[in-house]
């Protein structure tokens, strides 16, 4: 059992940075594949970035360039760095962590980006 608890979530101008940061608690953090998924208002959650347990990197399309995944396993930690925000990038940002059947997910944090 895995516990994921989101933070830095806000209110930012377009062009603007925030970076979320993702606890885990209850388990071994460094075997888990960690991604962050959005939701925005009437969409689909969907796919930002995730990093495996060794490190391999992947982005949707829309944030490559702007946002970057990293983790520290000895904080138990993953975190989401954004930058250079735009309007279509306001969601709820949920933490996911993955192991083979097993899935865990956050509570989401809100980050709104204002034109």
């Known amino acids: 059992q895995v516990q994921l608890v989101e933070s830095g979530g806000g209110l930012v101008q377009a062009g603007g940075s925030l970076r979320l940061s993702c606890a885990g608690y209850g388990s071994i953090f460094s075997i888990y594949a960690m991604g962050w998924y959005r939701q925005a208002p009437g969409k689909q959650r969907e796919l930002v970035a995730i990093?495996?347990?060794?490190?391999?990197?992947n982005y949707a399309d829309s944030v490559k360039g702007r946002f970057t995944i990293s983790r520290d396993n000895a904080k138990n930690t993953v975190y989401l760095q954004m930058n250079s925000l735009k309007p279509e990038d306001t969601a709820v940002y949920y933490c996911?962590?993955?192991?083979?059947?097993?899935?865990?997910w956050g509570q989401g944090t809100q980050v709104t980006v204002s034109s």
């Open positions: 990093i495996t347990s060794g490190g391999s990197t």
């Open positions: 996911n962590a993955e192991r083979g059947a097993y899935g865990y």
